[in-house]
């Protein structure tokens, strides 16, 4: 993927992670309905699993989920091999800034609350994976 344009959706692997198995498929069937290659997870160690062997460009990440939560899913996928310019952003009903300040502690790189416009994510999406991977280039 180029780092100075937008890619076209279909250049955009998408991980969408989430315990809430209809908001999981709501998601998904969105975003492929836009042309976007998507995988989808339920779990923490389910997105770890997938994440190392399909290598997303951003993963859509819950934060309340049993288990291991979005908090330490991310935590454990920044430490995988390869997933530093990988796109992570919280997906959540947690909106307060105590809330915000934690996600960016994490290493998140952004932060939607739920309910999600679901119309905004295509355009969003690609935007967001260029900005880290310029971001990424210039450091």
Not at 7 to 21: E, K
Not at 25 to 42: D, H, T
Not at 111 to 131: A, C, F, G, R, T
């Amino acid at each position: 993927m180029r780092i100075d344009s937008v890619p076209a959706n279909a250049d955009c692997r998408i991980l969408v992670v989430d315990d809430n198995v209809d908001a999981t498929l709501i998601l998904s069937m969105s975003l492929r309905l836009k042309g976007f290659a998507v995988e989808s997870a339920q779990s923490g160690p389910q997105a770890l699993t997938i994440s190392q062997s399909w290598q997303p460009d951003a993963v859509l990440l819950d934060i309340s989920m049993p288990g291991m939560d979005g908090y330490e899913t991310c935590e454990r996928l920044r430490e995988q091999p390869g997933s530093g310019d990988v796109l992570v952003i919280a997906l959540t009903g947690y909106g307060q800034e105590e809330d915000r300040k934690r996600v960016r502690e994490t290493g998140f790189d952004a932060h939607l609350v739920k309910p999600v416009n679901l119309s905004l994510l295509p355009d969003l999406l690609p935007q967001l994976i260029i900005e880290k991977k310029a971001r990424l280039a210039s450091e």
